[in-house]
Nanobody, 115 residues
Framework: QVQLVESGGGSVQPGESLRLSCAAA????????IRWYRQAPGKERELVAT???????NVEDSVQGRFTISRDDVKNTVYLEMTSLKPEDTAVYYC?????????WGQGTQVTVSS
């Protein structure tokens, strides 16, 4: 059974950094697509970054240059490194693993950016 557990969220001030973790069970992150999404209050969930088999990375334009995605195959964990955080980055961040017939989601971790 696939399980994704996010951690690392918190409250920070604008300009600060956070690293989110997505620990996976039931799959190997090295052999699968893992995505980070976020959902701000009153808004739809949006894709933030993707890491694919072979380490191919895609970061959405909205966070390009500030966010990076990486993984640790030994720890079976995917990370979202967020720098220069802005108030508009405030959201619940979710880890996702898509398959042909099902989407697996973690429980989410709250990130709040406020002065």
């Amino acid at each position: 059974q696939v399980q994704l557990v996010e951690s690392g969220g918190g409250s920070v001030q604008p300009g600060e950094s956070l690293r989110l973790s997505c620990a996976a069970a039931g799959i190997l992150v090295s052999d699968n697509i893992i995505r980070w999404y976020r959902q701000a209050p009153g808004k739809e969930r949006e894709l933030v970054a993707t890491i694919s088999v072979g380490g191919i990375i895609n970061v959405e334009d909205s966070v390009q240059g500030r966010f990076t995605i990486s993984r640790d195959d030994v720890k079976n964990t995917v990370y979202l490194e967020m720098t220069s955080l802005k108030p508009e980055d405030t959201a619940v961040y979710y880890c996702n693993h898509p398959t042909w017939n099902k989407q697996y989601w973690g429980q989410g971790t709250q990130v709040t950016v406020s002065s």
